[in-house]
């Protein structure tokens, strides 16, 4: 029996502009006595990344275009915040019940371009997506092995709501070390019959198990470590494997 | 530090027509030394819950319809199996690619209606989704409940492709014990701002936690116990609440 524990990192203190994530974790996962060990999938939200990074921008500081204040009047949204979600995406794929659903310059779908307005310190201050989350993902887990000399897989983690299904889901959005999709078809199931369809999102679902604890009642809980979860590794892994493009795409 | 244990139920028996899962599912974790506690969350994926309730068909017993048959060319599936498919759905999605996306009687809209061929004994063999998913989780639940004398939620998972990105995921299609949505609207984060739109899918993420030890390489493991998850107590839960209606989705 091979059990998999879903741990909370605590005591991190609130991410700013230039903090070293990959030093921090590593220190607060020790100080809580579950020092990182080889193999751990660390899961990270994304608001810490992009804090991090300096990648958080000021609303006060945005001058709204035309076409952004259109939108917000129609939306009854923050102008500077449209402004700011426009700058994110390439495109938009519908406007409605005040909600704003985009395409980000990745090729994510998901509300606000994924700007996030909560968890961010200062009243008018905004975070945006990571510029290039796997490489934000590469450069944690490259500094993990060089302050504990482990081998981990990072995710970079986003909570995006979805299309047929009501609530939200946290999926990856950046991934190193892991292979973000499982490819199952060829194998056998318990009964000889060939897989023919079984491709397993594993990146989404350790996102989504890392939420029980990152959405926890007890706030400020950016980071989880899964442990205990066998994976394939890869070092030139992309979270762009778990973008489908629209062409290929039967469900809409 | 709240640590959530994924623990896998090894040693179940192949499942057939009129087995008591709640019992076995008892009597498979006391015997690996993880006896059911009070709080668990226990997912079952579907195919075993169709296979207890003797919802499992031959194909050779099936006569497909002219419409079955039309669509088996097209897709190259068996007509049998198409014919199966189309009594589970209420409306086809779309058809390409040879795969069929449907909507199922109960709402879901994900391929082939949800009609299981894996993990099905007898070649010709196939499992559709159980008739009343929520009602199989709450048989199970009180099973659970009159057994180990424990308070349990209950979730029947199923494996979803999705809109928008590559691989599938598992999420619930039958609930019972547990909210299956989290509504944190109103809400303070960590800096004071109020959250607005926050509904957390909690119970499609547990079924996707589930699935990270349901899904490994050991087959034969339809059934994992989630420990350690605080979650709202229902009984008059129901997995309908995690179905979007199509005139409310702005993703598609």
């Not at 030093?23 to 220190?27: A, K, P, Q, V, W």
């Not at 778990?242 to 795409?249: A, N, S, T």
């Given at each position: 029996m091979h059990t998999i524990k879903i741990i909370p990192v605590i005591g991190l203190p609130i991410i700013k502009n230039g903090d070293d994530l990959g030093?921090?974790?590593?220190?607060a996962a020790a100080k809580q006595g579950t020092p990182i060990e080889n193999g751990d999938i660390i899961v990270v939200t994304h608001v810490i990344v992009s804090r991090s990074e300096g990648n958080v921008i000021n609303l006060d500081e945005v001058i709204p275009s035309e076409f952004a204040k259109n939108i917000a009047e129609e939306t009854g949204k923050d102008p500077a915040l449209v402004e700011v979600i426009l700058r994110e995406s390439k495109s938009i794929v519908r406007i409605g019940g005040g909600h704003i659903i985009a395409e980000t310059k990745h090729g994510f779908i998901c509300a606000n371009a994924g700007v996030d307005r909560s968890n961010v310190p200062g009243e008018r201050n905004v975070a945006p997506l990571p510029k290039d989350p796997d490489l934000?993902?590469?450069?944690?887990?490259?500094?993990?092995?060089?302050?504990?000399?482990?081998e981990v897989a990072v995710i970079i983690s986003d909570t995006h709501g979805r299309p047929l299904r009501n609530g939200e889901i946290n999926v990856a959005i950046g991934v190193a070390g892991i292979k973000?999709?499982?490819?199952?078809?060829?194998e056998k199931d318990l009964f000889g019959y060939m897989l023919k369809v079984k491709q397993t999102a594993i990146a989404d679902?350790?996102?989504?198990?890392?939420?029980?604890?990152?959405?926890?009642?007890?706030?400020?809980?950016?980071?989880a470590i899964i442990r205990g979860y066998q994976y394939e590794r890869s070092e030139d892994a992309t979270s762009k494997d778990?973008?489908?493009?629209?062409?290929?795409?039967l469900f809409i």
């Open positions: 030093r921090l974790i590593c220190e934000s993902a590469r450069r944690i887990r490259q500094r993990i092995k060089e302050i504990s000399g482990r973000p999709i499982r490819d199952r078809r060829g679902e350790l996102s989504s198990a890392a939420e029980l604890v990152i959405g926890q009642a007890d706030e400020g809980i950016p980071v778990l973008i489908r493009p629209k062409e290929k795409d």
